[in-house]
């Protein structure tokens, strides 16, 4: 069973470029997260998706973030123009909606603004 | 603000030991809890879990605790095992958000041979 698949593992840019990570979920569930990871804040959700639908972006920091999931086994999240706090470790993990159920996560993207 | 506290950034404890990681939560609404490990360059990995319902969950060498009084949950690994060396997290969902994790910021263990 293939699990949570994202790509890049690794990425290094310089200001101002576009930035676009992808995430294909387990297929059957139903909600998909991006979270991301620093060193100050931890893990911390930026947005989630049910049944493809953006349902939360509180916690997308500012305009220059943006998420999409087009279909139920692809999602993405873009950051344009990127800046150098953006670096961080971003996760994409997928669940059913249930209390009782894990969400699984892929690897990350170990994202570098120079 | 954050909901779910790990105050112990790192552990380390000898080979054959127990290990008692420790969260504290400040949410009294939460009703779920779990707990993941995390190996460098990888994602987090789904450990055990506990409902609000229970004060006790067994899985092998893995058994989390609950105190509910006192918003407290701990994880207790015997005995440990150098496999275990990774960064423990503890999370619970919000179910406001589509039961989106609420983490700490996670405790590195080390278990020394």
């Known amino acids: 069973d293939a699990g949570v698949i994202q790509s890049p593992r690794h990425e290094v840019t310089e200001m101002g470029q576009e930035v676009t990570l992808r995430c294909k979920p387990i297929?059957?569930?139903?909600?998909l997260f991006w979270y991301r990871q620093t060193m100050m804040r931890g893990l911390e959700l930026l947005i989630y998706f049910n049944n493809n639908v953006p349902i939360d972006d509180s916690g997308m920091p500012e305009d220059r973030f943006s998420a999409k999931m087009p279909n139920a086994s692809f999602s993405t999240l873009k950051i344009q123009p990127s800046e150098p706090r953006d670096s961080a470790v971003y996760f994409c993990?997928?669940?059913?909606?249930?209390?009782?159920?894990?969400?699984?996560f892929g690897d990350g993207t170990r994202l570098s603004i120079l | 603000d954050q909901q779910v506290k790990q105050n112990s950034p790192s552990l380390s404890v000898q080979e054959g030991r127990i290990s008692i990681l420790n969260c504290d939560y400040t949410?009294?609404?939460?009703?779920?809890f779990l707990w993941y490990k995390k190996y460098p360059a990888e994602g987090p990995t789904f450990l055990i879990s506990i409902s609000s319902i229970k004060d006790k969950n067994e899985d092998g060498r893995f058994t989390v605790f609950l105190n509910k009084s006192a918003k407290h949950l701990s994880l207790h690994i015997v005995p440990s095992q150098p496999g275990d060396s990774a960064v423990y997290f503890c999370?619970?969902?919000?179910?406001?958000?589509?039961?989106?994790?609420?983490f700490g910021k996670g405790t590195s263990l080390l278990v020394t041979p």
């Open positions: 297929s059957g569930h139903n909600s």
């Open positions: 999370a619970a969902p919000d179910s406001n958000s589509g039961y989106a994790l609420n």
């Open positions: 949410n009294s609404m939460f009703d779920y």
């Open positions: 993990a997928s669940s059913f909606t249930s209390v009782g159920q894990p969400q699984h």
